[in-house]
């Protein structure tokens, strides 16, 4: 029979062992894997509710790995397992093909991809960016659209190429790209001339698959 203290310290042993285990198990089911975009050397993952961009070879913070990607799928290590992962499916789930709204988007002489889309029924250049969180406008583009950033946006600071810059944290109401639209669609207006372009940034791509081939990425209306 164990003395009292030891009793003490064994039973303390197993609670914090229990718990550890209840914590890991929870940690894996809020850790599961997707790929929502291919593209040459790196894939945009979500990972639990977060959004991620991994690159080949390198690991980031929360320990995923990119070992290869292709056009259908992208390898990646996670707690010293490597997987497969097709696009639109995680490594518990499955998925099965339907019809779906789509976009094709081609890389530019410049080596930017370009495509003509629509804010609130008219007509924009939008520049695909998987860097910027969130779209972004210039201030003359929101007055064309006729929106009115600074009556109904939140104002705000960025930082551009150009420097800090006010800004209005804005939701459009309607954004078209190819067949796919979204609705309430969160943006950022810049005051100025920046950017050139209607950055089409990851708080319109998050609600799409993406996949890059031979220079021109395809994007599909998720369901």
Do not use: C
């Not at 397992?81 to 779906?100: C, H, L, N, V, W």
Request: positive net charge; without cysteine.
């Amino acid at each position: 029979m164990l003395p009292k203290t030891h009793f003490g310290f064994y039973f303390l042993f197993l609670l914090l062992l229990f718990l550890s285990l209840l914590f890991a198990g929870n940690s894996v089911r809020a850790g599961e894997i997707s790929v929502v975009g291919l593209f040459k050397n790196q894939a945009v993952v979500r990972f639990g509710s977060q959004l991620q961009t991994l690159r080949i070879g390198e690991t980031n913070a929360s320990g995923l790995r990119l070992v290869s990607v292709n056009s259908a799928e992208a390898a990646i290590e996670h707690q010293g397992q490597i997987r497969s992962y097709p696009m639109g499916r995680d490594y518990s789930g499955g998925y099965k093909a339907r019809t779906q709204a789509q976009a094709s988007i081609s890389l530019s002489d410049r080596g930017q991809y370009l495509t003509a889309g629509s804010i609130n029924g008219r007509s924009v250049d939008f520049l695909l960016d998987t860097g910027a969180n969130t779209m972004a406008l210039s201030s003359y583009h929101a007055k064309s659209l006729g929106i009115d950033y600074k009556w109904v946006g939140q104002p705000s600071m960025v930082v551009t190429a150009q420097g800090k810059a006010k800004a209005w944290q804005v939701t459009l109401d309607k954004v078209k790209v190819g067949d796919i639209e979204q609705h309430r669609v969160p943006a950022v207006v810049i005051e100025g001339g920046f950017p050139v372009h209607v950055l089409l940034g990851m708080s319109f791509l998050s609600r799409v698959k993406m996949s890059e081939n031979q220079g021109v990425i395809t994007l599909l209306q998720k369901f």
